[in-house]
């Protein structure tokens, strides 16, 4: 049975194109104690599978400990974990992703609220209505989980 839950994590290292190095440090491992785990020398702790599950919360955990019904929940997309991925996800619905160049931007901190207004000057693609119509409002995440509003005039 444990032969088959590695078998199931190796799935995953698959599933969503990562070296084990990679897993281990999103986990909190070392990396040779998931290389003892990939190559069957060491079991997966309980920690390891909770970590899995906790990280990559669209796994089903039936599949993951039972080998039972399918990898991903249903109903429950892939974890995007950064915004790049986002475009990756919209590639695979086939829904267009907005490309647009910014040559400058210009900040005016509204006083009476806390947002910040945006004036963008770019490229004339970005004032043509699109089928959802013109953009209003860009947030901008930060890497301190600071984030800041862009709205257009």
Do not use: C
């Not at 990898?71 to 991925?85: A, Y």
């Not at 947002?115 to 004032?127: L, M």
Request: charged share 30%; no cysteine.
């Amino acid at each position: 049975m444990e032969q088959e839950i590695i078998n199931r994590i190796k799935e995953i290292l698959d599933y969503y194109k990562l070296s084990p190095s990679k897993l281990a440090d999103e986990l909190s491992i070392n990396r040779s104690r998931l290389s003892h785990i990939l190559n069957g020398r060491n079991n997966p702790t309980l920690e390891v599978i909770k970590g899995i599950l906790t990280k990559y919360n669209s796994l089903n955990p039936d599949w993951l400990l039972f080998g039972n019904g399918s990898m991903i929940r249903s109903g429950v997309e892939t974890d995007p974990k950064d915004l790049f991925q986002f475009a990756e996800i919209n590639k695979k619905k086939r829904q267009p992703v907005v490309d647009i160049e910014i040559k400058e931007i210009t900040l005016k901190p509204d006083k009476e609220s806390s947002q910040t207004t945006v004036q963008i000057n770019s490229p004339e693609k970005i004032n043509e209505k699109n089928e959802k119509g013109l953009i209003k409002r860009v947030t901008v995440y930060f890497s301190d989980n600071e984030y800041q509003d862009f709205i257009s005039e």
